[in-house]
């Protein structure tokens, strides 16, 4: 059964870099089916996607973020990462890894808090 | 403002039959298929629905999707406790080089 975990920093001082991991596991990250993406969720609203990408490297953005946002895959480790530089406190948010094109399954999900 | 549009509340009677509704636009619901999830309190949102109106395997038959022009429909029948949760719809839209798009959501409550 494919499951998904994300890890890193829950609280990050603003203009700095968010930072996370996804770890897939019971499946391979280099399935030529799916793109792996990330999406959060800022506390009490709703879903906004990131970006996905495809265990090549290939790569695609939402727009509205992408100036900000690099997100990268290693194979060797089944894992894909997210940055996010310059966060404000409008970036505090669950951040949640998935598997696209469906979304499914998704990680539990990590909550990162920008604030000094 | 979410790109797709959602109702933000709607609310059911045990058994009872209960539709949400998702609106778009000609570069997302009008070209490319619609998914739907379900986020429980507290936990992560959970696939529903993909490519309209197909169910993941595990996902009740009490759920349906449907889709016509750039309008989406969630319909849950035989309304239970469990079901109460939020609910959102999900795109690919073709405009600014392509993007996922999602409803603002849809708080379900079971009277």
């Known amino acids: 059964q494919l499951q998904l975990q994300e890890s890193g920093p829950g609280l990050v001082k603003p203009s700095e870099t968010l930072s996370l991991t996804c770890t897939v596991s019971?499946?391979?990250?280099?399935?030529?089916?799916?793109?792996w993406g990330w999406i959060r969720q800022p506390p009490g609203k709703g879903l906004e996607w990131i970006g996905s990408?495809?265990?090549?490297?290939?790569?695609y953005y939402n727009p509205s973020l992408k100036s900000r946002v690099t997100i990268s895959v290693d194979t060797s480790k089944n894992q894909f990462s997210l940055k996010l530089s310059s966060v404000t406190a409008a970036d505090t948010a669950v951040y949640y890894c998935?598997?696209?094109?469906?979304?499914?399954?998704w990680g539990q999900g990590t909550l990162v808090t920008v604030s000094s | 403002q979410s790109v797709l549009t959602q109702p933000p509340s709607a609310s059911g009677t045990p058994g009872q039959r209960v539709t949400i509704s998702c609106s778009g636009s000609?570069?997302?619901?009008?070209?490319?298929?619609v998914n739907w999830y379900q986020q429980l309190p507290g936990t992560a949102p959970k696939l529903l629905i993909y490519?309209?109106?197909q169910r993941p395997s595990g996902v009740p038959d009490r759920f349906s999707g449907s889709k016509s022009g750039t309008s989406a429909s969630l319909a849950i029948s035989g309304l239970q406790s469990e079901d109460e949760a939020d609910y959102y719809c999900?795109?690919?839209?073709?405009?600014?080089?392509?993007?996922?798009?999602f409803g603002g959501g849809t708080k379900l409550t079971v009277l």
């Open positions: 998935a598997r696209n094109p469906w979304f499914d399954p």
């Open positions: 019971g499946g391979s990250i280099s399935s030529s089916s799916y793109y």
């Open positions: 990408i495809y265990y090549s490297g290939s790569t």
């Open positions: 000609s570069s997302n619901i009008g070209s490319n298929t």
């Open positions: 490519s309209n109106n």
């Open positions: 999900a795109a690919w839209d073709d405009s600014l080089n392509g993007r996922w798009v």
